[in-house]
């Protein structure tokens, strides 16, 4: 997210981030089918994360008009999406915040993501390149 947006760094991060990415959602997919009576939900979740990981990586690869927008939106979205479910399966195992309301690690990525979504996608979107 950090490095300048240009090939090298940038594309080789993304490219390990969406690796990284399908990794989850395969693992995702397998144990929802598994366990599905106590795991449905994970199906569900790991096609929904993952879905805007994939619009994001396609946008930078085909580069269609306003792709830029697409790209920043879907990669920073699956971001959110990853860090919800991390926080959200290990909340209960951090000492200071287990005692917090639950609902909270479900929207507080994305009340601090979608911001960042959009003061970034304005930032780009006036430059109109990556």
């Known amino acids: ?3 300048k947006k240009k090939r090298g760094m ?3 991060c ?3 981030y969406h690796s990284a990415y399908v990794v989850v959602f395969v693992t995702s ?3 929802a089918i598994l366990n599905w009576e106590s795991s449905a939900y994970l ?3 790991g096609i929904f994360s993952y879905s805007f990981a994939f619009i994001g990586y396609v946008a930078g690869k085909k580069k269609w008009k306003n792709w830029t927008v697409s790209h920043i939106s ?3 979205g699956s ?3 990853i860090c919800t479910a991390i926080l959200v399966v290990n909340v209960s195992n951090i000492t200071i915040f287990n ?3 639950p609902l909270i690690f479900w929207f507080l990525p994305s009340i601090i993501g979608s911001p960042l979504i959009l003061l970034v996608g304005k930032k780009y979107k006036k430059s109109k390149s990556i």
Request: avoid cysteine.
């Open 79 to 81: 971001y959110i999406a």
């Open 1 to 3: 997210m950090s490095s």
């Open 14 to 16: 993304g490219e390990i």
């Open 43 to 45: 199906f569900f979740i």
């Open 10 to 12: 940038h594309t080789i």
């Open 74 to 76: 879907g990669m920073l």
């Open 29 to 31: 997919l397998t144990m």
């Open 99 to 101: 005692e917090w309301n």
